[in-house]
């Protein structure tokens, strides 16, 4: 399968956001399903889970949170890929999740199309880009 024609599973509650990442991925030749949420995530992936290659999700969620989301997607398919995204960095990923930046494959924002699109491109290629270290 070629890198480009993977499935990846967005997941950011802020809609700005969440259309220009949607748009970046689709124009480089992405399928994209789109959530807001954990609940609309699981469902989704549920529903596609054979289908799906990547996870990009925000770290901060409504109700549960994007590790939160990462850990149950692994449970139901260990070795799907994901990469995290967020504002936070550093000591605020430790305090509010307890999780160190090193431990994820992680992208802070704000970040331009090019850099999503070239960490997507490296996590997909990469037979190192599961969840890892700090969890599945």
Do not use: W
């Not at 689709?26 to 807001?36: I, K, M, P, T």
């Not at 609940?39 to 290659?53: P, T, Y």
């Not at 999700?57 to 260990?78: M, Y």
């Not at 090019?114 to 599945?136: K, P, T």
């Amino acid at each position: 399968m070629s890198v480009r024609s993977s499935t990846i599973l967005l997941v950011d509650d802020e809609a700005p956001q969440r259309e220009q990442m949607r748009r970046a991925l689709r124009s480089a030749g992405y399928q994209v399903l789109v959530c807001s949420d954990y609940g609309g995530a699981l469902a989704h992936f549920q529903q596609h889970s054979g289908e799906v290659d990547l996870l990009i999700t925000d770290l901060a969620l409504p109700g549960k949170n994007g590790f939160q989301l990462a850990q149950a997607l692994c449970e139901i398919r260990p070795r799907l890929k994901v990469l995290f995204t967020s504002a936070q960095a550093g000591a605020e990923l430790n305090r509010y999740y307890g999780i160190h930046q090193s431990d994820l494959n992680f992208l802070a924002k704000p970040f331009q199309s090019m850099e999503l699109i070239a960490r997507v491109n490296h996590c997909l290629e990469s037979g190192g880009a599961q969840y890892g270290s700090a969890g599945c």
